[in-house]
């Protein structure tokens, strides 16, 4: 039995029990067609010798003597209390003056104070709508539709003012906007805004977006603010669904952008992190893009400290991931680029400590290619690629155009449909290049050789579970399980697997 690489303790506020769950890096949710493992739940007595048993049994009493509170209630947006009024918008005739009930959004939110939860009744909603005050650090103005009803706002009757969208957050802070759908703009959808940086606080959730002639959600020069489970697709063509720019610490969690792009003049992308730091994207899919699924770093400022984990990027026009050249510290890990129109990442000359850890890359021309035609003079620094599967490329798996620095290709398995000259990689294309071989990997390789790069590489078939369905999980016999090396990420068996999915059972 493969031994438990990380436990995660999950107290509950108010409770009187407690469990240990070992989530595997390879079960989270990356779509219910890739991530089909289970979380495993094991009891505290069955961890290990009685003396073991006792003193966790005893750790785990002086816990829940600590352990007061109460859950979040239903309804409430997590980590935000609901402290003031309950405003409500419907059809009719609007309240009296200082009332409850409303038939337009803007009539309510120009009542509204921090604190103050305005609950949206199911309807169609013709108006355009901004906040004309923030909330307040743990009593934000909550903007929600009422669960279980659909509400849409349908900008189709309006023109809305340039960078401006259906719903505007500008210039201000502790704001939640839970439950909309947004149709139908001749401009943007949801627009998040300040012109000094300052504003902070903003939650998104369980918004979608659909149908703009710009982009579907924006989040420009905010700061500590979050998006979850939105939805950003069919902006015309180049538009992003979603669009961070000049942004700080920024979560995009549960999030799905698609078929932006179509129609129109073909370059958006799902997710454009343009310019920003700290900026976190996971568990979101990109697909059906008519560029790349996730693009990082294009502003001239640039992005820096930007993490892609356990990400879906699937059937986009270009590459899966696209790493421009004013990217710094760029993380891609546990994420399946799969079926892109051309390459799984596209690394631009420039771009500096970029990590790969972990993904699975399925079809694709090329698994990685790293293009030296906007900074020749500044070669790629502190690039690893490690523990990752390529699988079906149609080209060359590996094409570096231009010189590079510092980098680690190692830890990997690497198989591709080209036969012939250069068939794995070709390294520094141009006078001068170097080709490789499959049969070059592995120590002692050429590759290992004259590079410095691939000793524990191989080119095998890895043995996915079922990859005409495509599930590319791996099954117990494959090649790539225990294969890769310690990154940082928590594992079962004596190694971590290849892959973005760990094995989780025998």
């Given at each position: ?16 029990s ?6 595997p ?50 309804g ?55 906040f ?16 279980g ?12 003012p ?35 940086g300052?504003?902070?606080?903003i ?60 129609g ?9 992190v ?6 976190r ?121 231009a ?43 050429r590759?290992?050789?004259l ?12 043995r ?35 892959g ?7």
């Open positions: 039995m493969r031994a438990i690489g990380a436990l995660r303790l999950w107290l509950w506020p108010g409770t009187r407690i469990k240990l769950s070992a989530r890096s390879g079960c989270a949710e990356w779509g219910t067609e890739f991530a089909r493992g289970r979380q495993q739940t094991v009891e505290a007595w069955l961890m290990g010798p009685k003396l073991v048993r006792r003193i966790f049994l005893a750790a785990v009493l002086s816990v829940q003597l600590c352990c007061m509170g109460s859950p979040p209630q239903a409430t947006p997590e980590g935000f209390a609901s402290t003031g009024r309950r405003l409500q918008v419907t059809a009719g005739t609007d309240g009296t003056p200082g009332g409850s009930t409303f038939n337009r959004i803007s009539s309510a939110l120009m009542v509204a104070q921090p604190g103050d939860t305005l609950v949206l009744r199911e309807g169609r909603y013709q108006e355009s709508i901004d004309p005050r923030s909330g307040e650090p743990g009593r934000p103005i909550v903007l929600m539709a009422q669960p009803e659909t509400v849409v706002l349908d900008g189709g009757k309006m023109s809305i340039r960078w401006q969208g259906v719903v505007n957050i500008l210039n201000r802070s502790h704001i939640v906007v839970e439950g909309i759908q947004v149709i139908n703009s001749n401009q943007r959808g949801i627009v998040a805004y300040s012109r000094n300052t504003a902070s606080g939650l998104l959730r369980n918004c979608r977006v659909t149908r703009t002639a710009d982009a579907g959600i924006v989040l420009e020069r905010v700061r500590a603010s979050r998006l979850e489970s939105c939805e950003a697709g069919y902006a015309a063509g180049g538009s992003p669904g979603f669009l961070i720019n000049q942004s700080q610490d920024i979560e995009i969690v549960g999030c799905r952008a698609h078929h932006n792009g179509l129109g003049g073909g370059t958006a992308q799902g997710f454009l343009y310019e920003g730091t700290r900026i994207l996971q568990n979101c899919v990109a697909e059906d893009n008519v560029r790349d699924g996730f693009d990082i770093g294009g502003g001239d400022i640039g992005a820096t400290e930007v993490s892609v984990r356990q990400c879906v990027s699937r059937r986009n026009g270009e590459d899966g991931v696209g790493i421009n050249s004013q990217a710094r510290e760029v993380t891609v890990q546990q994420c399946l680029l799969a079926f892109n129109g051309e390459n799984a990442v596209n690394i631009y000359q420039g771009a500096q400590s970029i990590k790969l850890y972990n993904n699975t890359f399925v079809g694709h021309v090329h698994y990685l290619w790293i293009d030296g035609s906007d900074l020749p003079e500044r070669p790629i620094a502190d690039l690893e690629v490690v523990n990752c599967i390529g699988y079906g490329a149609s080209s060359r798996a590996i094409v570096t155009v010189p590079l620095g510092k980098v680690k290709f190692d830890y990997n398995c690497w198989t591709g449909e080209k036969r012939g000259y250069g068939e794995f990689c070709l390294w520094e294309m141009g006078p001068g290049e170097k080709a490789f071989g499959f049969a070059d990997l592995g120590e002692g390789g590759w290992s050789r590079l410095g790069q691939g000793e524990h590489s191989f080119s095998a078939d890895p996915f579970v079922d990859p005409g369905n495509q599930n590319f999980q791996l099954t117990r016999e494959s090649p790539c399980v225990d294969a890769g090396t310690p990154v940082g990420l928590p594992y079962l068996g004596r190694a971590p697997d290849l973005a999915f760990e094995l989780t059972q025998e």
